[in-house]
């Protein structure tokens, strides 16, 4: 099993809807979460962290924890074009960050 | 801009030839860290380093790769020999903090190594 785990995609919505990115992680002592955005050919972008339970809004982006199930999600309300890109969850172990493999998000005019 | 700068950004060589990558972190960082990053996949971690101490270097592939930060700002990432499988981004990170801190960390461009 992979320490940090999301699905590749793509995901697929069309513009406006809500983006669901969803990551799963197999430490339980992980107290740190962070989700990159990474256009192609370019490096990741930190968008939110998130430290405690619950929901973290900025924006149009909402993070969610649950320590209890090891998940953590991003979802993008009113999704743009411009959202398209591969979305990185990081899991904080001791100082580096563990990634997983990215979901890569399409959204469609 | 006062981001993570990297260079070269891209770098060819042959295969057996040694490569030095170079990243020049936020100024103030303390902790920075060197990653490697294939096609399609999360970066993976390669080395940590505090201020000018190599705190972590569990995730270097063999030892032909080094890393070095002297002085605690700039850091080299060597690697003697190269082989074909070394081929990818290598990506550099920074952050404010050292251990017991949460800061996040911020990337630059990467280099983008490709060995013929």
């Known amino acids: 099993q992979k320490e940090v785990e999301q699905n590749s995609g793509p995901l697929s919505v069309p513009e406006g809807a809500i983006a669901s990115l969803n990551c799963t992680y197999s430490?339980?002592?992980?107290?740190?979460f962070f989700w990159y955005r990474q256009y192609s050919g370019k490096s990741p972008e930190l968008i939110m962290f998130?430290?405690?339970?619950g929901d973290k809004e900025d924006g149009r982006f909402t993070a969610q924890l649950n320590k209890a199930s090891q998940y953590v999600s991003l979802l993008i309300r009113d999704s743009q074009p411009s959202d398209s890109a591969t979305y990185l969850c990081?899991?904080?172990?001791?100082?580096?960050?563990?990634f997983g493999t990215g979901t890569r998000l399409l959204v469609s005019p | 801009g006062a981001g993570v700068s990297q260079s070269p950004r891209y770098k060819v060589a042959k295969r057996g030839q040694d490569v030095a990558l170079r990243c020049d972190p936020i100024s103030g960082h303390v902790s920075l860290f060197w990653y490697q990053q294939a096609l399609g996949q999360g970066p993976e971690f390669l080395t940590y380093?505090?201020?000018?101490?190599?705190?972590?270097k569990s995730g270097l592939p063999s030892d032909r790769f080094f890393a070095e930060r002297p002085e605690g700002s700039v850091s080299t990432l060597k690697i003697q020999r190269t082989q074909q499988e070394d081929s990818a981004v290598y990506l550099c990170?920074?952050?404010?903090?050292?251990?017991?801190?949460?800061?996040?960390?911020?990337f630059g461009d990467g280099t983008r190594l490709s060995i013929l």
């Open positions: 380093f505090q201020n000018e101490a190599q705190l972590d």
């Open positions: 990081a899991v904080k172990s001791f100082q580096k960050l563990v």
């Open positions: 998130i430290y405690s339970n």
């Open positions: 430490d339980r002592g992980s107290q740190s």
């Open positions: 990170a920074s952050s404010l903090v050292g251990a017991g801190g949460d800061q996040p960390q911020h």
